[in-house]
């Protein structure tokens, strides 16, 4: 069980387009998912936390109009990248906690986006 | 804010000995502290975690301590194999309510055959 899954699992793009990574718990339900971006050889940097059903909340020094975060359902949340630009190059994982009573805190992360850009 | 420090940033040895990796961290209200495993382009996989209300904890070849007054705790392997080569990332709850984790800079484990 606790299955997340991450889509695509590489995207190329060029300089100043958009791009959207979908992150799925696919056995239950996430009212809670984690957005973190990953350089080389770099730990994990939590950039923002997705909420069901409201605004997520971003950490200091990341751009919400940037990294647009959307958490339309239970087991779907995304993350947009608007005008990317090279050093928006990196790799994303999402994460997504257990539902509160099942295992507090823990943390199930998806398989990553590798996301270059030209 | 938490402040996690991670000990040492590459680790080798040799096939059959013991690995030992160290955190720190700043927030004692932290209550949460789990370690991941991560491969070259792979997901962070869980390996063990341990709360506030435990010292320690053990799963076949791995175990973590938790000295709560010093804010440490630690990734110990035993008989390592070369399969557990990765890097190791350790992480602290934010706040005790916190979902919110704090990694540790990770450990390069190199295990010699």
């Known amino acids: 069980g606790a299955v997340v899954s991450q889509h695509p699992s590489r995207v190329i793009c060029k300089s100043g387009t958009s791009v959207k990574i979908e992150c799925r718990s696919l056995d239950f339900q996430a009212t809670t998912m984690f957005w973190y971006r990953q350089f080389p050889k770099q730990s994990l940097m939590l950039m923002a936390t997705s909420n069901e059903g409201s605004k997520a909340t971003y950490e200091q020094g990341v751009e919400k109009d940037k990294f647009l975060i959307n958490h339309a359902s239970l087991t779907l949340s995304t993350l947009t990248v608007t005008s990317a630009h090279p050093e928006d190059s990196s790799f994303y994982i999402c994460?997504?906690?257990?539902?509160?009573?099942?295992?507090?805190?823990?943390?199930?992360f998806g398989p990553g986006t590798r996301l270059t850009v030209l | 804010g938490e402040n996690v420090e991670q000990h040492p940033s590459t680790l080798s040895v040799q096939e059959g000995d013991s690995a030992v990796i160290k955190c720190t961290y700043s927030d004692s209200a932290s209550n949460y502290f789990p370690w991941y495993k991560q491969e070259l382009g792979k997901r962070p996989q869980l390996i063990i975690d341990?709360?506030?209300?435990?010292g320690e904890k053990k799963d076949q070849r791995i175990a973590v301590t938790l000295n709560k007054t010093a804010k440490h705790f630690s990734l110990h392997i035993t008989e390592t194999q070369p399969e557990d080569s990765a890097v190791y990332f350790c992480?602290?709850?934010?706040?005790?309510?916190?979902?919110?984790?704090?990694f540790g800079a990770g450990t390069i484990l190199r295990v010699k055959s």
């Open positions: 992480a602290a709850s934010l706040g005790e309510y916190g979902n919110k984790l704090v």
């Open positions: 994460s997504a906690l257990l539902p509160t009573g099942l295992s507090l805190n823990e943390q199930f």
């Open positions: 341990i709360r506030s209300n435990v």
